[in-house]
């Protein structure tokens, strides 16, 4: 079972760690001691959460469309050049890239500061974990000097 300390719910949620706790106050969010005795929320409780807490989309948000993983964001950059631009999103804790032609970042008026809404469909999405081991001990040869001598 994955326990996540609040610090970390709080991160994937993009809200403080006060928030959480305020939210676990209340028996909004289920938590659980952690080996260590520290507060800690279980990660399919914090799935589940996450997934209550999106709901259905606002009326007259979006059409109808097959894609379902619609990211809310600012954005912070966008390049263009001649025939292309990259659109940078901040959504929530994350950085969304976008490259799309100039033409549709003109259309869509894509500037700083403007909000939009990243809608991500990939047949191919690859997922990572982190690695709980030390880096040395995961990847031998990423030993500093200091521990090879």
Do not use: Y
């Not at 279980?42 to 097959?66: I, K, M, N, T």
């Not at 970042?105 to 809404?117: C, S, Y």
């Amino acid at each position: 079972m994955t326990q996540l300390r609040i610090c970390e719910a709080a991160e994937l949620l993009g809200v403080s760690d006060d928030t959480v706790r305020r939210w676990a106050d209340a028996g909004r969010l289920a938590t659980v001691r952690g080996e260590s005795g520290r507060l800690a929320v279980d990660g399919r409780e914090l799935a589940a959460f996450v997934q209550a807490q999106a709901g259905e989309p606002r009326p007259g948000e979006g059409g109808r469309q097959s894609a379902r993983n619609h990211l809310r964001g600012i954005v912070t950059v966008v390049r263009r050049d001649g025939v292309m631009a990259q659109v940078d999103l901040q959504c929530g804790a994350f950085r969304v890239v976008s490259l799309m032609s100039r033409e549709a970042a003109d259309e869509l008026g894509l500037e700083p500061g403007v909000l939009a809404v990243a809608v991500v469909k990939s047949t191919n999405v690859v997922v990572e974990i982190e690695d709980p081991r030390p880096a040395a001990e995961a990847h031998p040869r990423a030993a500093t000097r200091e521990e090879r001598r």
